[in-house]
């Protein structure tokens, strides 16, 4: 964690100080603000927020951050898609797989025990990766990938909760899962 004391727009690029004469470029960095709830999450609901520009996840409760991690998010060809939704079910391992293509192709992959994975949008999930350690670019099919250890407690954070030797647990009417807000915002305002 560091703390920023001063940005400044030097041609196209951001640079920020963090501390007396050191300064560091915004493309070097992955950046968490504070940011207000989206319109229709209540003050006291909790919310996730994933910046996929910054490559950043940060859990809140009502308009307090709890959380923050840096994230994988998906590539160009296999963007995560914007949005306000909520997650809709948890499984705490599951395999996945490319089902669009077969192992032939270099977009097939199939994953074992796929760690405490939490789908929001159809099927895009948060969830654990292994098979990486390049979390602050993006890297996955669409889903946001997350270190093990942030997987984990997000999964045991957000509901609907997963009872004890349970391995899986829907959202329903009367028991919604956490809200979840994609967004693409990068440090520069945008220009015309």
């Excluded at 996730?48 to 490559?55: A, D, F, G, K, M």
């Excluded at 997987?151 to 809200?179: I, R």
Aim: hydrophobic residues 35%; charged residues 20%; proline residues 6%.
């Amino acid at each position: 964690l560091i703390t920023i004391f001063a940005e400044v727009l030097v041609g196209e690029q951001m640079w920020y100080m963090v501390g007396p004469d050191r300064w560091v470029g915004q493309s070097y960095t992955s950046r968490v603000d504070v940011d207000p709830r989206p319109e229709g999450v209540g003050p006291d609901e909790k919310w996730i927020e994933v910046n996929t520009y910054e490559q950043t996840l940060a859990a809140y409760e009502g308009d307090r951050m709890v959380f923050a991690t840096l994230v994988s998010t998906g590539r160009s060809d296999t963007w995560t898609p914007d949005g306000l939704t909520r997650i809709w079910g948890k499984l705490r391992s599951t395999p996945m797989q490319n089902r669009e293509v077969g192992p032939e192709s270099e977009a097939w992959y199939y994953l074992e025990d796929v760690e405490w994975t939490q789908y929001f949008n159809a099927a895009y999930a948060l969830h654990a990766a292994y098979w990486h350690n390049a979390f602050s670019f993006t890297r996955s099919h669409g889903c946001v990938n997350l270190a093990i250890q942030d997987a984990k407690w997000l999964f045991g954070w957000t509901t609907p909760y997963v009872p004890e030797g349970v391995k899986t647990a829907y959202s329903s009417e009367g028991a919604p899962g956490t809200w979840v807000w994609i967004h693409k915002t990068g440090p520069l305002p945008e220009t015309e």
